[in-house]
T-cell receptor
Framework: GDSVTQMEGPVTLSEEAFLTINCTYT??????LFWYVQYPGEGLQLLLK?????DKGSNKGFEATYRKETTSFHLEKGSVQVSDSAVYFC??????????FGQGTRLTINP | GAGVSQSPSNKVTEKGKDVELRCDPI?????LYWYRQRLGQGLEFLIY????????KSGLPSDRFSAERTGESVSTLTIQRTQQEDSAVYLC????????????FGPGTRLTVT
């Protein structure tokens, strides 16, 4: 079945560092890909998405490119802030049209 | 406008008791999903409803779990004869339709089975 594997955490960085959180997937067909974020004490919310190969999703300085050849959707940000501290989930929506999530990566940014 | 709401926010129950969790989706959203998030793990799909179509129950872990939805409104997730392994946060989400539409999540119900 469909599955998502993402970089294990926790990840701790200093403010203004470059961030990459790796995400790879297994799916039949051409899934849509998502990054969701869960800030401390808040509900899960969509950060960005891409619905076809080579699409780039972006929001709040974060970017991720749908790479069909490597079945990847890595999340990147050039300069992280303390306010980016959260748990990040990579997810896909495939033929079954339900979200399949990775296990989540906890990110902590130190000032 | 109002987002997805869930109740109760916390529920502590004794092993063997039944529990009922409620989800109020965003008005106009035809698709509704239930997920489970165990401590330190990702979200696990349980069930989804799309309009008047038969629900996709493929993620329900056992026949102790069931869910209902009235039209395109409220949904209830029922867990019968709760076990300690049922302890988790149960999340509800809704979207305009199934598929690649953004899912909006509620705050969750934290269930603790003692």
């Amino acid at each position: 079945g469909d599955s998502v594997t993402q970089m294990e955490g926790p990840v701790t960085l200093s403010e203004e560092a470059f961030l990459t959180i790796n995400c790879t997937y297994t799916a039949t067909g051409y899934p849509s890909l998502f990054w969701y974020v869960q800030y401390p004490g808040e509900g899960l919310q969509l950060l960005l998405k891409a619905t076809k190969a080579d699409d780039k999703g972006s929001n709040k300085g974060f970017e991720a490119t749908y790479r069909k050849e490597t079945t990847s959707f890595h999340l990147e940000k050039g300069s992280v802030q303390v306010s980016d501290s959260a748990v990040y989930f990579c997810a896909l929506s495939g033929r079954a049209q339900k979200l399949v999530f990775g296990q989540g990566t906890r990110l902590t940014i130190n000032p | 406008g109002a987002g997805v709401s869930q109740s109760p926010s916390n529920k502590v129950t004794e092993k063997g008791k039944d529990v009922e969790l409620r989800c109020d989706p965003i008005s106009g959203h035809t698709a509704l999903y239930w997920y489970r998030q165990r401590l330190g793990q990702g979200l696990e799909f349980l069930i989804y409803f799309q309009g008047n179509s038969a629900p996709d129950k493929s993620g329900l872990p056992s026949d102790r779990f069931s869910a209902e939805r009235t039209g395109e409104s409220v949904s209830t997730l029922t867990i019968q004869r709760t076990q300690q392994e049922d302890s988790a946060v149960y999340l509800c989400a809704s979207s305009l339709a199934k598929g690649a539409y953004e899912q909006y999540f509620g705050p969750g119900t934290r269930l603790t089975v003692t």
